[in-house]
């Protein structure tokens, strides 16, 4: 059996529960194959401490008999890679947000130099026939820069935020590189089929490709598989996390402090992609248009901080807390506030009780790749007496989850109806939805998507 190598932005001991799904789920192949996981190590280097540009000092560890190799790069380095063509660049054109990318000549240079310099390193870890799968948009022009290094590796990757129109990734200066690179992997995985259509769309107009029956594109004189891998979540994980003292004593103290409310709950990285304060508005407009309503729904909004140095964060988190302080005077008793916004991160440990307290889950990114607190609401959810997801119709799980109430986001109207039909929807039909959507939670979780995708890798036809 091949060694596989996970390359990602960053890494964690996949022994470690809190590491997250993405570790729990390549952690398995990684131990059992011996595995490599290559990625920044987070450490940043001052110039004035010997950070040079284009390099980094390379640190081993064991996690089991995973072997993790980071890289640390100087600041030169990550605010070009990581904080300018990633977040400035990358996110937000994925995310369809033309109006908030920051392109420069300069952190696009940057961005391939530290991918050249990741490849390199990478190149003295490889055998020749270690499996590689690359993830995520810091690392596009991975499998180019190791195959101009002689690579002749079966290369996947796979794309975790949405893929978006051709139009959209046309309006990068200098796009042509980027399609490029993807022409150098043997399989790229989407989360949705929607990208798998803006992928055919974009490689079959802008590079003259060739469409070839089984996912198959033929450009560059390489041929790459493009499918829809929508990933899950590990839902055995997540219910033992429920059972955990943390979780129960945060569902007891929450199901005590509402008894006589109705609680609705957002849980989200802040981030401009997430949709909250639409959500913000529409949950105004419910207290607006639904009396009954007020003095009774509570939405917990958990935002987690995050990228606080990119100033469209700045922006979003200062719009969100004035939208807060609105809702808040405005609709707010002596005894009720409408909204209780957090901007920390909760334990992970927590987090299965506040999904299972809540009546509903506001889930309703303006664009996302796929969106795993839907699913992790679901798997939290008393079977007997469910809650209701509320979904955006522009999250990747919007494919896969048709029993969620499914709403469009810029639609305050339109939603603020769907949330009160949620918080009105009898008992039996919460039941049906829930059983549903669990049901392909289940069958389409974390393992599901390692091995669909590394078996569809190990089946490519390598050119
Ligand atoms: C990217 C894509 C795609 C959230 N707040 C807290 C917390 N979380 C956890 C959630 C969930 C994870 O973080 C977030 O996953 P998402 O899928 O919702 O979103 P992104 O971080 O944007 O992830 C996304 C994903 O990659 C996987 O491919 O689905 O579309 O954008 O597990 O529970 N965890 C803790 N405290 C919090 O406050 N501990």
Same mark, same amino acid.
């Given at each position: 059996m091949s060694r596989l190598v996970v390359v990602s932005n960053r890494l964690a001991d996949p022994r470690k529960p809190a590491a997250g799904g993405l570790a729990v789920a390549l952690g398995e192949t990684l131990h059992r194959t011996g595995g490599l996981w290559f990625g920044w190590s987070g450490k940043i280097v001052e110039t004035a401490d010997g950070g040079t540009p284009g390099e980094g000092a390379v640190n081993e560890h064991r996690a089991g008999e995973v072997k993790l190799v980071t890289v640390d790069l100087?600041?030169?380095?990550?605010?070009?890679?990581?904080?300018?063509?990633?977040?400035?660049?990358?996110?937000?054109?994925?995310?369809?947000?033309?109006?908030?990318?920051?392109?420069?000549?300069?952190?696009?240079?940057?961005?391939?130099?530290?991918?050249?310099?990741?490849?390199?390193?990478?190149?003295?870890?490889?055998?020749?026939?270690?499996?590689?799968?690359?993830?995520?948009?810091? $690392? #596009?022009?991975?499998?180019?820069?190791?195959?101009?290094? /002689?690579?002749? =590796? %079966?290369?996947?990757?796979?794309l975790h935020i949405p893929l978006p129109p051709q139009q959209i990734l046309a309006a990068i200066p200098g796009h042509e590189w980027f399609i490029r690179s993807l022409f150098s992997y043997d399989l790229i995985g989407f989360q949705s089929e929607t990208d798998v259509i803006h992928f055919e769309r974009y490689v079959l107009a802008e590079a003259g490709a060739e469409a070839l029956p089984g996912g198959r594109y033929r450009a560059f004189k390489h041929t790459v598989v493009a499918r829809a891998f929508p990933i899950g979540i590990d839902v055995d994980e997540f219910i033992e996390l429920g059972r955990?003292?943390?979780?129960?004593?945060?569902?007891?103290?929450?199901?005590?402090?509402?008894?006589?409310?109705?609680? $609705? #709950?957002?849980?989200?990285?802040?981030?401009?992609?997430? /949709?909250?304060? =639409? %959500?913000?508005?529409?949950f105004k407009e419910l207290l607006q248009k639904y009396p009954e309503n007020r003095d009774s729904a509570t939405l917990i909004q958990i935002a987690s901080p995050s990228r606080e140095d990119v100033d469209a964060y700045i922006d979003i988190r200062h719009e969100l807390?004035?939208?807060?302080?609105?809702?808040?005077?405005?609709?707010?008793?002596?005894?009720?506030?409408?909204?209780r916004y957090i901007h920390r991160t909760m334990a992970r440990k927590r987090l299965p009780g506040l999904c299972r307290a809540g009546r509903v889950a506001l889930i309703t990114p303006l664009r996302d790749g796929m969106n795993l607190v839907a699913k992790e609401f679901v798997v939290a959810q008393d079977p007997a007496d469910p809650g209701v997801l509320v979904l955006s119709r522009f999250a990747g799980a919007a494919e896969q989850l048709r029993d969620a109430l499914l709403v469009n986001p810029y639609d305050i109207q339109g939603t603020a109806d769907i949330i009160q039909r949620a918080l009105r929807m009898p008992l039996e039909e919460r039941v049906m939805r829930h059983q549903r959507l669990l049901a392909t939670i289940r069958t389409y979780d974390v393992h599901w998507w390692r091995k669909e995708f590394l078996a569809a890798l190990d089946s490519v036809d390598v050119d």
């Open positions: 100087c600041r030169e380095d990550h605010d070009g890679y990581y904080l300018g063509y990633s977040n400035r660049v990358l996110w937000p054109v994925f995310h369809y947000r033309l109006d908030l990318a920051v392109f420069s000549p300069e952190s696009l240079a940057t961005y391939q130099r530290v991918n050249r310099m990741f490849a390199r390193k990478l190149m003295d870890q490889l055998k020749d026939d270690d499996v590689v799968w690359v993830h995520d948009y810091h $690392l #596009i022009p991975l499998a180019a820069e190791l195959r101009a290094m /002689g690579s002749r =590796h %079966r290369i996947g990757f796979f955990g003292k943390e979780s129960t004593d945060n569902y007891n103290m929450l199901v005590e402090e509402y008894a006589k409310r109705r609680l $609705l #709950i957002g849980i989200d990285r802040l981030d401009y992609s997430k /949709g909250l304060p =639409h %959500r913000l508005r529409a807390e004035s939208l807060c302080g609105e809702i808040n005077g405005d609709y707010g008793e002596l005894d009720w506030m409408p909204v």
